[in-house]
């Protein structure tokens, strides 16, 4: 493909398709190596034990460290646990966060993302991960979708420095992509933390993944937003309002009317009038 213009093409296709992370320091041709034939493997003679099976997830170069969660889910997840477990403070928290290296999204972000605004608020929105915004700046919804979170909360009469904002996930998803439920499953003990730390009054749920993840309800965010419903933590319960995320807004600007209802109960309930 010798032609600049052709080049460009196919480099926005993939952009597109949300592949804008260059992952290795050399490119790899994949193709090339589906095409090789297939090596011959000796017939195992009889009493040899059956064939180790490869780790699950992408292979990793002889002498690398395996990072946990290729290989693990569970274990990285029961190993996060322990981690925000024993966090008395965010600094703490971000610490150890800063640290893990049981997420995959780790290696493949520039910055952690952990949170951004007051901790002493009485209210926590709480999104999905980070974007490409997101991840340089190393802040939560400093991206576009960001900018008209901002704006529904100055509309309530809040700001993005009296409220307190993070995400499920601290890491961005390589091409913003959804994160996978293996990647939450591992973080969530540190979101969780996070929230027991900040003890907010009320909590905000920001789009579909956060609602599901920490209500533990299988609807989509239509049938959630809007609704006071509960986060349970050990130590008691937490009112929590699922709202649309502003990127969906975005590309569906008729359900404002609907945000605005919902921002409007926010208000409402942290006037007391509620
Ligand atoms: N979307 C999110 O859910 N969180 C961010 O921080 C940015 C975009």
Redesign the pocket.
Known sequence: MANPADRIAALRWLVDSGADEAVLAQPRDRFAENKAPPRARPAPAPGDAPPAKAPRGASVPRGASVPLALEAPDAASESARDLAAGCETLDQLRDVMARFDGCALRHTATNL?FGDGNPESRVMFV?????A??DRQG?????V??QL?DRMIAAIGLSRKSAY????LPWRPPG?RKPDAAEVTICLPFIRRHIELVAPELLVL??G??ASTLLERREGITRLRGRWLFYALDSGEIPALPIY???YLLRQPALKRQAWQDMLALKHRLAGMT
Do not use: K, Y
Request: no cysteine; net charge negative.
């Open positions: 993302v999104g999905e991960a980070p974007g915004d997101e802040l939560p919804f400093v991206g979708s960001g979170l904002i993070t995400n499920i913003n920001v789009g993944t956060a995320h502003p990127a």
